[in-house]
């Protein structure tokens, strides 16, 4: 757990898909206690962000880093932390939260609660929009879980949601003792009771929280130099072949012609090769020579087993801005929605599935048994066990290719993964042991 953790240090991905798609395709089988105790120990922090292709919003936790201790400095650029005088851009709640930080240093949510006399609801919410805000995190996994499920506020309580009479028309004169607009809840909002007894049902979360800008988690000041040359490393370790689209991605605070001049001393040193090795990727590609044989070993194996991955996962190649032929990225290389997932086999998409595997589009290029084995791949991953005991909904597979699941000349291939025949559709039971 902790060399990938620390193998994907620095990268801004969709917090509720760390541990439902990356990380359990890399730590078989995944035990999310250990997580928790990478984060304890204090070797790795999480830090929130704004994440990639995802809709900006302060209330809601998005995106999500993980940086290990001493080393933020190098993925994280300096912020002015909001003051609490009423001109940051955060609500009231937050800046007094944030200035009970400043005070006390890294608190427990008590600690919290009576120095700023919230309520525990009201504290929750400051905290996860100071979690989002990338100003503030906790020593615990499970408090991130727990932020990433927190269901913020109902709107109307905030100084920044927006004006409900920004429609109405500039000479609008509202009727006297009349309301000039009656807002009704959104009942699906409404907070739901929850049994105390479930997993952050608790009166506080766990864990101590603290400023994310401190010299503890930055780490002491570094030259460019240096921080390019551990950058650099990283992406080699990380991807195996390095290019200007990796930090077009990652946007870390040195620039690319720093990256790039620490390159090359590396090749110069002979540690890293320079050529061009994947189709499509722009500028000089450096590669080590253990990537260099992988991709060459992978055009060549011809019992490759099939990949699964989320399309937001860092190795998915087909999510950049690839200058290829439509032969080399087809359409269906690029499904819609967040809950999209490909299945590769040799490079190749053999799958596409949107909406966690109700709809699926198949290559035509595919050959029977490619189908057969991605479907299995697919099933294996859609039915990851979920951290904390949280609970997967049965599969349902409604179209392939357009056409009803049960209709598809591919649909015995998905029963052979396990699905049955349930009218128009295919369902997989998701069980659980213990």
């Known amino acids: 757990m902790s060399v990938v953790v620390k193998q994907l ?36 922090v999480w830090v929130g962000a704004s994440a990639p292709n995802e809709r900006s919003d302060v209330r809601g936790l998005t995106g999500l880093r993980f940086v290990e201790r001493g080393t933020g400095g190098r993925w994280l650029a300096p912020v002015q932390q909001p003051s609490g005088d009423g001109s940051s851009t955060l609500s009231q709640a ?35 929009e100071l979690a989002a ?20 506020l109902l709107p109307g309580n905030r100084r920044d949601d927006p004006d409900p009479t920004g429609w109405l028309p500039a000479g609008f004169s509202p009727t006297p003792g009349r309301p000039i607009v009656q807002r009704r ?59 200007r689209d990796w930090w077009r991605r990652e946007r870390p605070t040195v620039s690319w012609r720093l990256i790039y001049r620490e390159l090359r ?45 989320a399309t937001s996962d860092p190795a998915n190649v087909y999510a950049l801005p690839l200058m290829v032929s439509p032969e080399d990225r087809p359409a269906i290389a690029r499904p819609r929605g967040g809950g999209a997932v490909l299945v590769t086999r040799r490079g190749r998409v053999v799958i596409a599935a949107e909406g966690r595997g109700r709809r699926i589009t198949v290559s035509a290029e595919a050959t029977e048994d490619d189908v057969h084995r991605a479907a299995e791949s697919l099933v294996a991953h859609l039915t990851v066990p979920l951290p904390l005991g949280q609970r997967r909904r049965d599969l349902e597979l409604e179209t392939i290719d357009g056409a009803a699941a049960t209709r598809s000349p591919h649909a015995a291939a998905f029963v052979a993964a396990g699905y049955r025949r349930d009218g128009l559709t295919l369902r997989k039971a998701v069980t659980y042991s213990g």
């Open 9 to 44: 240090a620095g990268l801004v991905r969709p917090a509720p898909a760390w541990e439902r798609d990356y990380l359990p395709v890399r730590v078989r089988p995944y035990d999310a206690a250990a997580l928790s105790g990478l984060t304890q120990s204090g070797a790795v």
């Open 185 to 243: 809840p959104n009942l699906r909002r409404l907070p739901k009771w929850r049994r105390p007894d479930l997993p952050g049902n608790r009166d506080g979360w766990v864990g101590r929280w603290s400023l994310v800008q401190t010299p503890g988690i930055l780490g002491a000041a570094e030259d460019d130099e240096t921080r390019a040359e551990a950058i650099a490393r990283q992406w080699l370790d990380r991807y195996g072949i390095v290019t």
């Open 265 to 309: 001393r590396l090749e110069l040193r002979g540690e890293v090769r320079r050529g061009y090795f994947v189709r499509g990727l722009a500028g000089a590609q450096f590669a080590t020579a253990a990537a260099v044989d992988a991709l060459r070993d992978a055009a060549t194996d011809t019992d490759a087993p099939p990949i699964t991955m």
């Open 133 to 152: 805000s990338g100003l503030a995190t906790n020593d615990s996994a499970d408090a991130l879980r727990e932020v990433i499920r927190f269901r913020p």
């Open 94 to 128: 937050p800046s007094r939260v944030l200035e009970a930080l400043r005070s006390h240093g890294a608190s427990f949510v008590s600690d919290l609660h009576a120095a700023t006399g919230l309520t525990m609801l009201a504290l929750r919410d400051a905290l996860r």
